[in-house]
């Protein structure tokens, strides 16, 4: 019993195992957040990719699977997800082998979305020069279909969150024209898709980053 | 003159008359003639007409006609004439003397007498020839003046000529009132040998005959019968170009007369009308267009600051919608050549047009709604009939719109920091101006404003029909004091220059500068709040962990069956940390919030701040994935209806679950504590406000001038003011000293009651009270003196207080430090316990009997190493420095006891020698934890390293680091002195690098620093080189770009810990719109072409070729890429 309080008290100072069940796929569309390693906080705000599909299903009537779920790179269940989400204030480490398989993933139809919740730009980057040593993230201009397939964001990306006081800039990898992976930076989104008393953000802010949210579903999946 | 000469004089004159008698004879002659011969002519036609003489009676009648004609001109004109051309002779002088002599008396016959004298060549002799000349030189003389051609009658030419004019006029008349009949009747006189047939009974009469007509115009036809009326008649008509006719039969009216109607004649008709073979004459009825509009045109050029662009409207579209000020121009094109055009409004108003030929055009500027229709006139003045009706109508220019975006809500100001708008402004057309208004609303000091203060706001460049409007509001400006609120709004100008710019403002919101005494009330309610909150959430998993407990047992007695009860409390179970865990969610809300508010009022020490982000960060981690993934899993398990996935699944949970309810003990613990030290800024804060405020005050008090009573009364008022921060902060120390006793060992009660007893022993309550008094008696002298001493007693106070703080910290910071050591010291001597077990398995025969001593000793080990994890515990709840690592060495060390005990009984040497070798060195690492954080802590002056401590020792050697970079660059010729000089930097360098390394190490130990770890690393092992180098005197521009690097590593590494630092104030921060101008377009085939370059050569590089080669590769597809920028 002793042995077991010892444990346990170890427990409390930190020495939880890690659990990373990923979710079990269905026919509806579903978001999954991409666990990562590299002790950034990927699991930040679970509430964003909810909130967003319940909204998606809402606006666009699109069959959608509201729940939150995550997948590993490792994870065999890895390319049963349409789309990766990944969120975080810190630090990002792709090895190797998860940089080639992430890199197979998103050439294979997979999509990732990105988004920089502060803190997240550097590590980001580099490791995505990992996955695809041979591409530049590009900004994106606000004429490409993405800022305008289901509501008009004339301006590109919304400025959800307050980080260094710049501009927000949406990034892209292009493969054979198809953008597969998007990154957005000074922008958070996915803070404004998370339960309103989280960030305490204006109400009008949230809908402008789900209605943004939506057409980077609906551009998803229609391209 | 003589004889002769007189007698011709005579004849001359006489000749004259005769001459004159010839002329008035043709004359007469010819009016008579004319006059008779008309008469006979008109006889002659008459009878004709009545009696339609035959080719021998015509004949007669025309030569008879001839003759009368040829005698009257022989008789009445041939004869005068002759005798005038001399042809025939006339009368002779004296006949002619004789008709002057009768006409004129005075000649009488004086005149024939001289010319018979003269003639008569008897009489000649009978007179002397004197008597002759002087008769007739008399009569001469006599007759000289008077005209003998007044002799003249004329009067009966001019009766003639007047008979002949009556002659003619009659048969003009005549002519006129019946031309058909006697035209026809003089036609057939003239041609007298030709034979006529005999003329009908009847005649038509037709009215109208021939007319021209407007195109759709009904026109009656009357037919009247002259002569023997045929009972009915036919009219015949047809239209022009046809062959054939139409006919109608036509009947009497009762007035014998014969009427039809051509009935909106839409194009030319001809006719005529017949009856018994008589055919009338034949009419044509001309029809001609009315003016009309084929074509309409209208544009529509909006007003100018609409900035829209002109309007071509469909052809014929006359409806017309606009803004008001807007120019319509009209161009229409008409079916005929136009005389004139205009547009008539419905309000009279009238528009010419221009015309030209067919066109027509005008422009009209559209101010109010009407309606008009376009009138048009030909060139014979027929005007369109029926013209359409059209509308114009004004386009409101709607109002602008604004909405205060940041901050969007009434805003307690920290400080005069400048206050950030953003407005999002909206109009149909246009702005013309932005500006901010506001107004002091209410203040302690001042009297409200009345009227709103406006300061113009800067319009985005580009601004057209939406625009945000950021501006930086320096509140400062304003000069506000506590307590003081300002309203204000946005007011927005759209851009209508036509009928005036329309405004709109935002909602009014207020800016308040709360009293400091409010952000503590606010922060202190926080603090309640969040702890009250985590005392009912502990309490809450409390109790959810006894029936969780009582959940176990149950399942431990159930069968392979899984008891509905059972599934049914597992569930409520579940139900109860989930609120549980939102209670804790609501309680970190509340908790950033606070803090938030707290920082950015700046009323806090910095190291009450580092220990509130520690808090915040302790937080987050609370509601771990680990924790909401055994939620899931319990909940799977229950589904699955199996006591033994349920028990296993509840065993995990149970695991997670302490961890949950021990980080919330922890974390209220820790809230707590953190509460007292908030409280002992406050009072520092507090007395030091107070200081600076009786400082103030003093010194206006001794510049008041002596009677000055209002001065005086203000003074006293303000005086008040700072009483009442005493008694606030009097009853805010009792608050303090009552929740320092919750924590008697660590907390300075002493030096507070020294604080408490020294506001006492100085009477501050009094000598307050006595300076009130001497301000209400208007002795300013002794009020300063008063308040001189008061401001000495609180100085002291705020000494006392200041001491206060400072034990606190360092009393805190001296046990926690004892206790980390006494920890530190039971981990290595349990350390050294664990190698005498490990040495002793070693030396263990298989059969030996003290394995079971071994296990013995082992199972001492670990209930120790209990011990001191118990107090690692325990210390955690006083401060951030016991580190989730130094938890997982001591819970590494317990799993390999724990092995190695199991290896023991199982007689397993070897194993157990291993299990405990590693036991010993968690043991070990677990000490080196807990030594790097008693050394982050002395070093960073606080608990736990911290963020700031961290700030701090990176500045340092960032600055050392530049230091060195600037010195070596500076180097110059080695001489010796400069090859010392390289020595000395190349042994700063290394101090630099130890210090590091030691960072690196705390940094690592702090856990969520690690990430620093890498570039700090990295650092370090540049720094070697550089040494290296500087060491060897080999400074060479490699090792300035790696000192470059190291700098720039130190300077990221502070930048990622600032971030990290000031994450959770900027979470609270929603982002505003910014308008900037889009990325360039890209091309995707431009991008594809690169991409699939760059992916054939990193193809062609992960192939492993040498080096050499790899480099000819990558230059291959530079050029490859340079030369083909668009290859596919």
């Not at chain 1, 900004?139 to 969150?161: N, V």
């Not at chain 2, 000749?15 to 002329?23: L, N, P, S, T």
């Not at chain 2, 000293?737 to 009477?763: C, I, T, Y």
């Not at chain 2, 963020?947 to 230091?963: E, T």
Request: with cysteine; charged share 30%.
């Amino acid at each position: 019993m002793k042995n077991v309080q010892h444990l346990l008290l170890a427990l409390l100072l930190g020495t939880g195992a890690a659990f990373a069940q990923s979710g079990i796929p269905t026919s509806a569309f579903a978001i999954t957040r991409l666990k990562y390693a590299g002790g950034g906080d990927w699991y930040n705000d679970p509430s964003s990719e909810v909130n967003l599909l319940t909204f998606v299903h809402r606006v666009t009537g699109i069959d959608t699977d509201p729940r939150y779920q995550f997948v590993d790179i490792a994870d065999d269940a890895l390319f049963s997800h349409p789309f990766l989400f990944m969120t975080g204030h810190g630090n990002i480490a792709f090895s190797e082998s998860e940089a080639r398989r992430l890199r197979a993933y998103l050439e294979n139809g997979g999509f990732l979305y990105a988004d920089d919740d502060y803190g997240m730009n550097k590590p980001f980057r580099r490791e995505i020069k990992k996955v695809f040593p041979g591409e530049d993230l590009v900004e994106i201009p606000f004429s490409y279909g993405l800022y305008h397939c289901q509501f008009e964001f004339p301006a590109g990306l919304p400025k959800t969150h307050e980080h260094d006081g710049k501009a927000p800039q949406g990034f892209g990898i292009f493969l054979h024209g198809r953008l597969v992976l998007y990154y957005t930076y000074e922008s958070n989104p996915s803070d404004g898709w998370a339960d309103a008393e989280v960030h305490g953000d204006p109400e009008e802010k949230r809908q402008e980053a789900l209605r943004f949210g939506t057409n980077l579903v609906v551009w998803v999946l229609t391209h | 003159m003589d004889t002769t000469g007189i007698h011709t004089e005579f004849q001359e004159r006489l000749g004259a008359v005769r001459k004159k008698q010839d002329i008035a004879g043709i004359i007469h002659g010819a009016a008579f003639s004319g006059s008779v011969f008309l008469g006979a002519l008109l006889l002659a036609l008459i009878g004709e007409e009545l009696f339609n003489f035959g080719v021998a009676g015509r004949t007669i009648l025309f030569w008879l006609l001839l003759l009368i004609a040829v005698i009257l001109f022989l008789m009445r004109i041939g004869r005068p004439l002759g005798r005038l051309a001399g042809v025939l002779s006339g009368k002779d002088d004296l006949e002619t003397a004789r008709e002057v002599g009768r006409a004129i008396p005075r000649v009488n016959d004086r005149l024939v007498n001289a010319l018979q004298l003269v003639a008569d060549g008897d009489t000649r002799r009978l007179y002397s020839g004197d008597l002759i000349e002087a008769s007739l030189a008399d009569l001469r003389d006599d007759c000289e003046g008077i005209d003998f051609t007044s002799t003249v009658d004329r009067a009966g030419s001019r009766r003639m000529g007047r008979f002949l004019l009556v002659c003619t006029l009659s048969g003009v008349l005549v002519f006129a009132l019946f031309p058909t009949a006697f035209f026809g009747a003089a036609d057939r006189l003239l041609h007298w040998s030709e034979a006529y047939a005999l003329p009908p009974q009847f005649r038509f009469v037709v009215e109208p005959g021939s007319r021209e007509l407007v195109k759709g115009e009904t026109i009656p036809v009357r037919v009247r019968v002259i002569g023997e009326t045929p009972g009915e008649i036919t009219i015949a008509y047809r239209r022009r170009g046809d062959l054939y006719y139409e006919e109608r039969v036509l009947r009497a009216d009762a007035a014998g007369q014969f009427r039809h109607q051509f009935a909106s004649l839409t194009e030319t008709t001809e006719y005529y009308v017949h009856a018994r073979g008589v055919r009338g004459d034949d009419y044509t009825l001309t029809v001609m267009d009315r003016p009309l509009v084929r074509v309409l045109r209208v544009a529509v050029t909006p007003p100018a600051y609409s900035r829209l662009p002109e309007r071509q409207q469909d052809d014929n579209v006359g409806e017309v919608a606009a803004l008001r000020g807007a120019r319509i121009r009209f161009d229409i094109e008409a079916n005929k050549v136009l005389k004139t055009g205009q547009i008539s409004l419905s309000d009279s108003a009238v528009l010419p047009l221009e015309i030209t030929a067919k066109k027509a055009h005008g422009t009209l500027v559209l101010m109010k709604e009407r309606s008009y229709h376009i009138d048009l006139r030909d060139s014979t003045g027929t005007g369109s009939i029926d013209p359409v009706e059209y509308s114009l109508k004004i386009i409101p220019d709607a109002f602008p719109t604004v909405t205060l975006l940041a901050p969007g809500e009434n805003l307690d100001l920290t400080d005069t920091t400048p206050v950030n708008l953003l407005a999002k402004i909206a109009d149909d057309y246009g702005f013309s101006s932005v500006r901010l208004g506001y107004k002091l609303v209410q203040s302690k000091y001042e009297e409200p404003a009345q009227t709103f203060t406006y300061v113009p706001l800067p319009l985005p460049p580009g601004a057209t029909l939406g625009a945000l409007v950021a501006y930086r509001w320096s509140v400062a400006g304003l000069h506000l004091v506590p307590e003081d609120v300002v309203s204000y709004f946005v007011e927005v100008f759209d851009n209508d220059i036509i009928s005036g710019p329309k405004s709109a403002i935002s909602e009014i919101y207020s800016l308040r500068l709360p009293s400091m005494d409010e952000v503590f009330a606010q922060a202190d309610k926080g603090h309640e709040a969040s702890i009250e909150g985590m005392q009912d959430a502990l309490k809450q998993a409390k109790e959810a962990r006894r029936e969780m407990e009582e959940l176990t047992q149950s399942l431990r007695t159930s069968a392979d069956k899984m008891e509905w009860q059972d599934r049914q409390k597992a569930g409520e179970l579940l139900k109860k940390y989930d609120e549980v865990r939102t209670k804790m969610d609501s309680v970190k809300t509340a908790v950033d919030r606070m803090a938030e508010d707290l920082s950015r009022n700046r009323v806090l020490s910095k190291e009450t701040l580092d220990k509130y982000q520690e808090l915040q960060q302790l937080m987050a981690q609370m509601s771990s994935p680990e924790f909401a993934e055994a939620m899931k899993q319990l909940q799977q398990a229950m589904q699955q209806m199996s006591p033994e996935a349920l028990r296993q699944a509840m065993q995990q949970f149970s695991l997670s679950e302490e961890t949950f309810r021990k980080s919330i003990e922890r974390t209220l613990s820790l809230l707590r504590r953190i509460q007292i030290e908030q409280k002992v800024d406050e009072a520092v804060r507090r007395t030091e406000q107070m200081v600076k405020q009786q400082d103030a005050l003093r010194e206006n008090t001794e510049n008041a001038r002596a009677g000055d009573q209002a001065r005086m009364e203000q003074l006293q008022r303000e005086q008040k003011e700072v009483q009442e921060h005493l008694d606030a902060l009097k009853t805010q120390m009792k608050d303090l000293q009552k929740k320092m006793e919750e924590f008697p060992a660590e907390m300075p009660l002493g030096e507070l009651e020294n604080a408490q007893q020294e506001m006492s022993r100085d009477s501050l309550d009094e000598r307050m009270e006595q300076i009130s008094r001497d301000m209400e008696h208007m002795q300013p002298r002794q009020a300063s003196r008063g308040q001189k001493q008061a401001l000495s007693s609180m100085a002291k106070l705020g000494d006392h207080l200041q001491k206060m703080q400072q034990e606190m910290r360092q009393n805190q910071q001296r046990q926690i430090l004892n206790a980390m050591r006494r920890s530190m010291r039971d981990l290595l001597d349990l350390s050294r316990r664990e190698e005498a077990l490990k040495n002793e398995s070693e030396s263990l025969e298989p059969n030996s009997r003290r394995f079971r001593d071994n296990e013995e000793g082992q199972m001492d080990v670990m209930r120790d190493l209990g011990m001191v994890a118990d107090q690692l515990a325990a210390l955690s709840e006083k401060t951030f420095g016991v580190t989730p690592e130094m938890g997982k060495s001591i819970g590494d060390a317990l799993r390999d006891m724990n092995d190695a005990m199991r290896s023991l009984a199982q007689r397993n040497r070897s194993a157990a020698s291993a299990q405990q070798t590693d036991a010993m060195g968690s043991l070990n690492e677990a000490a080196q934890r807990v030594e790097d954080s008693m050394n982050a802590m002395q070093q960073g002056g606080g608990q736990g390293m911290g963020m700031a401590g961290l700030m701090q020792r990176l500045q340092r050697l960032s600055s050392q680091q530049g230091g060195i970079n600037n010195a070596s660059r500076n180097l110059g010729a080695m001489t010796p002195a400069q090859a010392a000089e390289m020595s000395r930097l190349a042994g700063e360098q290394g101090m630099v690098r130890k210090s590091l390394e030691q960072l690196a190490r705390e940094a690592a130990a702090a856990g969520d620093l690690k990430k620093l770890m890498g570039d700090l690393n990295q650092a370090a092992r540049e720094m070697v080189e550089v040494q290296t180098d500087l060491t060897t005197g080999n400074f060479n521009p490699e090792t300035a770009r790696k000192e470059d690097r190291i700098l720039s590593r130190l300077l990221d590494a502070q930048r990622s810990t600032r971030e990290r630092d000031y994450e959770k104030k900027r979470t609270s921060t929603a982002g505003q719109d910014m308008l900037r101008e889009s990325p360039a377009s890209i091309d995707l085939t431009t991008i594809q072409g690169r991409s699939r370059l760059r992916r054939d050569m990193q193809k062609a590089l992960e192939e492993g070729y040498a080096r050499e080669y790899e480099d000819l590769i990558k230059r291959y597809f530079e050029i490859l890429e340079q030369s083909e920028p668009h290859a596919r």
